[in-house]
């Protein structure tokens, strides 16, 4: 589950918390996680003064892009999650609350004390992959020249020059040295 009913804990008052296990799943993350994306963890939820903090951990693995040979990559992921959710209706009174938090609705526990975790976890996934990931930490990334992955094949293609604006500032320097 990713979503709770916490009207008994709203019920509870500041300072109640419960521990639950996240289990689910994510749909529409990116083009490179077409299928839905299994995901795991746990949460702790705690009353506040004006609703309640969701603090957890949850894993993932997600297909992200290699950022240096562009090959797809599927990497095992753990995100922490610290987001104040706010009731849209006073769980005591039935009175609708305040439209105060509007603006995130992703942050709303719903008329029937619902507290949905998928699109907080979703938006948190996006936000990791935007993040550069490479498919091992010495990815040998594309030859500049001929593009071949260089993690498969070696290619023969002199890469050894320097880069220009290198070279400009080694002739600037030179050129410094000679005047004194
Ligand atoms: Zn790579
Ligand atoms: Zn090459």
């Given at each position: ?40 963890g746990y949460v702790h939820l705690v009353v506040t003064p004006e609703g309640v903090l969701a603090m957890g951990e949850a894993t993932l693995s997600l297909v992200q892009t290699c950022r240096r040979c562009l090959e797809p990559t599927e990497a ?105």
């Amino acid at each position: 589950m990713l979503a709770f009913n916490v009207a008994q804990l709203l019920k509870e008052g500041t300072g109640a918390s419960r521990q639950r296990e996240l289990s689910g799943e994510l749909r529409d993350i990116d083009e490179n996680n077409p299928h839905p994306v299994p995901v795991q963890g746990y949460v702790h939820l705690v009353v506040t003064p004006e609703g309640v903090l969701a603090m957890g951990e949850a894993t993932l693995s997600l297909v992200q892009t290699c950022r240096r040979c562009l090959e797809p990559t599927e990497a095992a992921l753990t995100i922490a999650i610290e987001e104040e959710f706010y009731p849209t209706i006073d769980v005591v009174t039935g009175r609708q609350m305040p439209p105060e938090h509007d603006d995130e609705p992703e942050l709303l526990i719903d008329e029937r004390h619902i507290l949905d975790l998928t699109e907080v976890l979703r938006q948190y996934a996006i936000a990791q992959t935007l993040e550069p990931t490479y498919c091992r930490p010495d990815c040998k990334g594309l030859c500049p020249v001929c593009g071949a992955n260089r993690n498969i094949e070696a290619c023969t293609c002199e890469t050894e020059q320097l880069d220009p604006r290198l070279a400009i500032l080694a002739q600037l320097l030179g050129a410094s040295e000679d005047q004194e």
